[in-house]
C-alpha cells in the first residue's frame, strides 16, 4: 500500500531508521539506493516535488524486489536541490548551481562510507541532461566507496556516456505498460501525473485534468524545450509536456513496479559482477 504510506519522502529511507539499525545495515553490507531529483514546475496540476516523489516510489518498488533477491538495502533520504537549466526560469523551480550540487554530493558520499557502507546506487528523477551530468560526474569523483548511476542505455546516450561505463548500473529495458501515445509524453503528462496519482493523491490537482489539452509535441518541440529557460517557456506555456488528462493510477502502479523491478536487476547485476 503506497497510496498514504507513500506521501513522506522519509517513507522507508534511513531518515526514519535509528542509529543502531543504520550500524547493522552497514555490517550487513547492504546496499545503498539514493533517489536524485528537484524541485521543479510541474504543470498547474503536479506538486513541485514531483521529481522527488517518482524515484523515492521506485526505490521503495526496487528495495522490495532486491529483498525477495536475497540482497540487502537502505534508501538514503531523498536529494532534492538539484539542477534545472530547462525549466529554470518558470516560478517554484529552484536554480542551484552544479558546483553547489558536487560539493554536497561528495559530502554525503564521505558519509555513507564513513558509516561502513561500501556501494551506493543513484537514481536520478530529473530527465535536466545538466542535472544528471552534475550527477554523474559526482558519481565519477566519489573516493573510498564504490558509486553507481542507475541508467538506461537511452539516458546514457543522451549524456553522450558509454552505457557500459563501469560507474553506470544498466538498467534492462522496461516493457512498456501500453501502446505508446501519439504524442511525446515528457514532463508533468500522462505517466507522472499517473504515478502521483498512485503516490500522493491528495497533492494532485485532479480537478484540473480534464481542462489540460495534450500538447502534441514531437521531438523537433523537444530539442527546442531541451534549450531550456525562455525556450522551454515558450513550448510549454502551462509548463507540461505530454498529456496529463490520460493520466491513471492503475498505469501509475504499473509504471513504479515496472521501473522499480529495473532498477533492481540493475543493482543486482552490478552487485555480481562487482569484486
Ligand atoms: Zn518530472
Not at 530539442?223 to 493510477?249: C, H, I, M, S
Request: proline share 7%; charged share 20%; hydrophobic share 45%.
Amino acid at each position: 500500500m503506497t497510496s498514504q504510506s507513500g506521501y513522506s519522502v522519509f517513507h522507508e529511507t534511513m531518515a526514519d531508521m535509528t542509529y543502531p539499525e543504520i550500524e547493522r545495515a552497514a555490517a550487513d553490507g547492504a546496499a545503498v539506493l539514493w533517489a536524485l531529483g528537484v524541485i521543479e514546475q510541474h504543470g498547474p496540476h503536479l506538486p513541485l516535488g514531483t521529481d522527488v516523489y517518482i524515484p523515492s516510489a521506485v526505490l521503495r518498488a526496487a528495495r522490495h524486489a532486491l529483498a525477495a533477491k536475497g540482497i540487502p538495502s537502505v534508501i538514503a533520504p531523498p536529494f532534492y536541490w538539484g539542477v534545472n537549466h530547462v525549466t529554470g526560469t518558470f516560478a517554484g523551480s529552484f536554480v542551484v548551481r552544479p558546483e553547489t550540487m558536487l560539493e554536497l554530493l561528495k559530502d554525503v558520499f564521505a558519509s555513507l562510507a564513513k558509516d561502513g557502507f561500501r556501494r551506493v546506487f543513484c537514481l536520478s528523477g530529473h530527465g535536466d541532461a545538466l542535472h544528471n551530468r552534475t550527477l554523474f560526474e559526482g558519481v565519477r569523483r566519489a573516493q573510498g566507496i564504490d558509486v553507481r548511476m542507475v541508467a538506461s542505455e537511452a539516458l546514457a546516450r543522451r549524456l553522450g556516456l558509454d552505457p557500459a561505463d563501469a560507474k553506470i548500473a544498466l538498467t534492462p529495458p522496461v516493457a512498456a505498460p501500453k501502446p505508446p501515445a501519439l504524442h511525446l509524453d515528457i514532463h508533468a503528462g500522462e505517466w507522472e501525473t499517473s504515478i502521483l496519482l498512485e503516490e500522493t493523491p491528495a497533492i494532485v490537482h485532479a480537478e484540473l485534468l480534464p481542462q489540460l489539452a495534450s500538447t502534441r509535441l514531437g521531438p523537433g518541440d523537444l530539442a527546442e524545450w531541451r534549450k531550456g529557460l525562455d525556450n522551454a517557456k515558450r513550448v510549454t506555456p502551462q509548463g507540461y509536456f505530454g498529456n496529463p488528462a490520460a493520466a491513471d493510477a492503475t498505469l501509475g502502479a504499473k509504471l513504479v513496479e515496472l521501473e522499480g523491478q529495473a532498477v533492481a536487476q540493475a543493482v543486482a547485476d552490478a552487485l555480481r559482477k562487482a569484486p
